[in-house]
């Protein structure tokens, strides 16, 4: 069966957005086809099998210097670009923004190197609908 001429133009998309991908220090990969809305973000140290693991504790809080990264899985919200926005002490210091399908699951992450100081993390879906949202203190 050829491949559609919507499915063409979106393989042409996704590879022309690689080098974008890698300047912003974000990555969306897409997995099995999944219908209902659904949205989560986690955060960790490491990225392993496209999952954040390694996440702040009581014994191993963030501290300055580290590289945390936000993960995201979404589904169900539409096709775009979704946002990730960090803000460190009520101020924003970054905003990534991650190509996303509307057909199935996506997996996705930015990160940023921390300085001590109350942070915010939070997704936006393509259409500015607030997603999810995390807080943490790096010290």
């Keep these: 069966m050829a491949p559609s001429r919507r499915s063409a133009r979106r393989l042409q998309l996704s590879l ?21 809305p659904a949205a989560t973000l986690d955060l960790g140290r490491r990225i392993v099998n496209r999952e954040a693991v390694d996440g702040p504790t ?38 990534h923004y991650m190509p996303v399908g509307d057909d199935r699951r ?18 936006f879906a393509p259409d500015g609908r607030r997603l999810a949202r995390k807080t943490f203190t790096a010290f």
């Design 16 to 36: 022309g957005m690689t080098g974008l991908e890698f300047l912003m220090s974000a990555y969306a990969f897409a997995g099995e086809r999944f219908t209902l």
């Design 58 to 95: 009581p014994a191993s809080p963030f501290t300055g210097g580290e590289n945390v990264y936000a993960h995201t899985t979404i589904s169900g919200h539409g096709a775009g670009f979704i946002e990730h926005v960090w803000t460190r002490d009520g101020v924003e210091i970054a905003r």
């Design 106 to 123: 996506w997996r996705t992450w930015s990160r940023h190197r921390l300085e001590a100081g109350a942070y915010i993390v939070e997704v």
